[in-house]
């Protein structure tokens, strides 16, 4: 009887270790609150310019004019943006580089894979 | 035996609803040809209520850019911790990108809907370009977009 109860026991404890993970992402996470602290971020090089021409990128809106001065390329992560006070910009970390962020949102907490055609 | 077949029972029955808790998603992003340089398109979900709920996926790294994307940055104030590790290059003109991914079942028939805002240099932006309700029915199906966004389809 012991045996048994031993034997029931770590096989429910083996159930939940698998299950809340995923429940918890789903459930727990909910919905992500805005914020703007920066501070942690990874920093990594910026890769954007794979077979796509984003050099010198000025996204310019016909409603507003914004204009960004600087076009230059940064590769290590971090731009200045010199039209915000002289904040330093950090641009996220690419796929595969680090986990998803815990949304909620993707179901086995692996990331999406992308295929451009 | 017995026992330990009890048990590989109970088991069972008490991790098979937690896989069932994600379903493999295939999302297919057409673009039309607008003839400019590569998009910036954020492609998030908002639950029933309208509020932002996640990021699916970022295409374009560059954040000074990213408050082009007007309605996903009004959401998430530009944070780019809710793009890390689900960020990759810009997507060209005429191009198409295929996300696959483990969706929550439950963003499926619960309100959720999955929004494309576009951003294309020297062009005006695009904010919520497509916006796409999150059904079972609907997978399969393709949906317009507004301005650089030709279609949207999810297949599961």
Known sequence: MKKTFAILLASTALAFGAGIPAWSAMHGAGLSTVGTDRDGLVRLADDDDHGDDDRGRSVRNGDDGDHHGDDDDDDDGREDDHGNGGSVIVNPAPAEAVAPPANGLFGSGAGPTVKVN | MKTILAALALTTALTLP?????????????????????AYLAIYVTDAKGAYAGTLWMAGGKARYYEHLADWYRATGGNTAEINGITGASVGSGRTLEISLD??????????????????????????????????????????????????????
């Open chain 2, 18 to 38: 937690c896989v069932a808790l994600a379903r493999p998603v295939t999302l297919t992003t057409t673009l039309k040809d607008f003839g400019g340089g590569g």
């Open chain 2, 103 to 156: 969706l929550a079942d439950a963003l499926f028939d619960a309100g959720y809907t999955v929004h494309v805002d576009a951003a294309v240099e020297d062009m005006r932006d695009s904010p919520n370009d497509i916006a796409v309700p999150l059904t079972t029915a609907g997978a399969g199906k393709s949906f317009p977009g507004r301005r650089y966004v030709a279609s949207l389809a999810y297949g599961l």
